[in-house]
């Protein structure tokens, strides 16, 4: 009956991934289709696929904190020192060793709890290993079928791996070990399985998928869609965190992820020039060189409430705030996630003698120190890292048709609101990363495209060179770490005499800002500690926040702890039983041959 029941809903994946082909919809009223007539037809074989896309691909976006698919990587940032939480988001409320079921055996990112937003029906509930069921028939269905050529089958099937390694890649990176179902299972068979016996066979698994989808998969493909450049950054991406965890083998892991990596580089992808559009706009991301695998939501089937653009836009009317300059139109988003000060810090400036460094310590703020001026010339000028202007809102900036000011006396300033503090800055940024730029007026019910990126060249660019900084070879990765640094940054280039450590101080600047917002922060962060010796992470543990304030002449600033209103909201902790989410209890109790992570 399941396998029936989920056949009725492959049309509808055309609206949110591409346009669906016309012989998939000429063919017969939905409610007729059978088992056959999908494993014997391509086109019905590719529709069920597809649908499969939109149960594993979001996965790779969200984490166990998150309720629904609106937050879509910023509760990775929020967990991290990378951002700060609204005084009214519960997330933050529970500390991080509080989500004891981390999404064992369910995705989090296609339902809402509680009712859908605006009236809209919610998704149906899926269980993690349904998706895994989803991805077995393809592989078995395909490879068995009479109607589907053997021309196609690759293809079809080497999809079907892919998405079976990007589920349990989802699930490894929290438990380590998972149970390993790699077969469609029959009523006949025990349906109480054992997790793997080490992490490392887990990663062996996703491994090998990812490499045999890699041989099949298209050089192009429609854009969304599952390609060899996404299955050799993926395979780069899988090995290199869990090479941070497995028990033996992590030179070969590292070899793995080198190898992908340099296999990726040969197809063909470039660094886009206009970092911002990779975020802030549909249209260029569509056509982009640098995206590899995206997740992209068409027009007809989605509202801005139902992006994380509702969680990232501020919650200001017009008529609520006393500050000036007065607001031109309300913003009326929910304001979840805010960027860090510290955060903040690492958007280097190029200095005058043409090296990059914190704003603090150039010779433009040296300057100010002794002649004054505006803070936000000296501190937001044009030799700020490109990536900066693209996204973060800051003082005397323009959101939409605002100019926004969080200064004092500013009209984003928490002191002029009169709806309360619970949506204003706890840091005096806000976030521009993944807002749509041409969305005037923005509004929850307002169709829109939307797309988040899954793996892009500047990414995998980064992997590669934190590869090449564990094989000790720094010179090489500091090749690699410049071409983000000074395609996107539009920053000096770094020396590529520098020493190991040097060189990871740098690279770790590097992949704060230019994976901001792209769930990376965290999983980097715990796979630096465990390859560091698994002790406690003082950037996910007891971070002492701060809130940067402009004078209202805008000529000083004050830079001291998150205000009172937000401070009982920003409380993190970490212990290394944290490096792995726990099984769940009561999944435990269901299935007696399931162990419990370290700790727990």
């Not at 206009?274 to 249209?283: E, P, T, V, W």
């Not at 300059?325 to 304001?335: A, D």
Request: with cysteine; hydrophobic share 35%.
């Amino acid at each position: 009956m399941k396998k029936i029941l989920i056949y009725t809903s492959i049309i509808m994946c055309g609206l949110s991934f591409f346009s669906c082909n016309d012989s998939l919809l000429n063919t017969k009223p939905l409610d007729k289709y059978t088992e056959l007539d999908v494993w014997t037809d391509p086109n019905l074989a590719q529709g069920f696929i597809y649908n499969t896309y939109t149960s594993v691909i979001p996965e790779l976006l969200v984490n166990p904190a998150e309720s629904d698919s609106k937050d879509g990587g910023s509760s990775c940032d929020l967990l991290s020192d990378n951002a700060l939480s609204a005084g009214t988001n519960k997330i933050a409320l529970e500390t991080i060793d509080k989500y004891f079921d981390a999404g064992w055996a369910k995705n989090n990112s296609y339902y809402y709890y509680g009712s859908a937003p605006l009236g809209r029906k919610a998704p149906i509930k899926q269980n993690s290993f349904e998706v895994i069921r989803d991805c077995n028939l393809i592989i078995e269905k395909v490879a068995a079928s009479s109607g589907i050529s053997e021309i196609e089958k690759p293809g079809l099937i080497a999809q079907g791996k892919m998405l079976r390694a990007l589920i349990y890649y989802s699930k490894a990176r929290l438990f380590g070990k998972y149970i390993i179902v790699n077969k469609v299972l029959t009523p006949k068979d025990s349906l109480k399985l054992a997790r793997t016996a080490t992490i490392k066979e887990t990663y062996d698994f996703i491994i090998k998928d990812l490499q045999d989808a890699a041989l099949s998969l298209p050089v192009t493909a429609p854009t969304g869609k599952l390609t060899k450049g996404a299955a050799y950054a993926m395979l780069a991406e899988v090995a290199l965190q869990g090479a941070a965890y497995v028990e033996s083998g992590k030179t070969d892991y590292y070899k793995i992820a080198k190898e992908a990596g340099e296999s990726l580089f040969a197809l063909g992808y470039l660094l886009d020039t206009d970092y911002g559009a990779l975020f802030n706009d549909y249209a260029k991301a569509q056509s982009s060189k640098e995206i590899i695998l995206g997740l992209f939501k068409h027009v007809d089937a989605t509202w801005c409430v139902l992006t994380c653009m509702q969680g990232l836009v501020p919650n200001m009317e017009a008529a609520k705030t006393n500050g000036l300059p007065k607001l031109n139109e309300s913003f009326v988003g929910w304001t979840k996630t805010f960027p860090s000060c510290e955060l903040v810090d690492d958007y280097l400036v190029a200095d005058v003698d043409g090296v990059a460094k914190r704003w603090d310590e150039t010779s433009y703020f040296n300057s100010y120190k002794t002649n004054g001026g505006y803070v936000s010339a000296t501190i937001y000028n044009n030799h700020r890292d490109a990536r900066f202007f693209s996204s973060i809102v800051y003082d005397s900036t323009m959101l939409f048709t605002n100019l926004v000011t969080t200064r004092i006396g500013g009209n984003m300033h928490y002191l002029q609101s009169t709806k309360g503090t619970a949506y204003s800055t706890p840091s005096g940024y806000f976030t521009r990363k993944g807002i749509y730029g041409n969305i005037a007026g923005f509004n929850a019910k307002l169709n829109t495209g939307y797309h988040q990126c899954i793996t892009r060249l500047g990414k995998a660019y980064l992997n590669y060179a934190e590869v090449m900084l564990r094989l000790n070879q720094p010179a090489v990765a500091i090749e690699y770490i410049n071409k983000t640094r000074s395609t996107h940054g539009k920053l000096p280039e770094l020396s590529l005499n520098l020493g190991l450590a040097d060189a990871w101080k740098w690279y770790k600047i590097e992949r704060r800002v230019e994976l901001f917002m792209e769930n990376d922060r965290y999983w980097s962060l715990l796979r630096w500690g465990k390859e560091d010796g698994g002790a406690v992470i003082p950037e996910l543990n007891n971070i002492s926040y701060t809130f940067f304030e402009i004078s209202a002449d805008g000529k000083t600033y004050n830079r001291q702890p998150v205000p009172v209103f937000s401070a009982n909201f920003q409380k993190k902790r970490f212990s290394t039983k944290r490096y792995l989410f726990p099984v769940p209890e009561n999944e435990r109790l269901l299935n007696d041959k399931l162990d419990q992570n370290p700790g727990w």
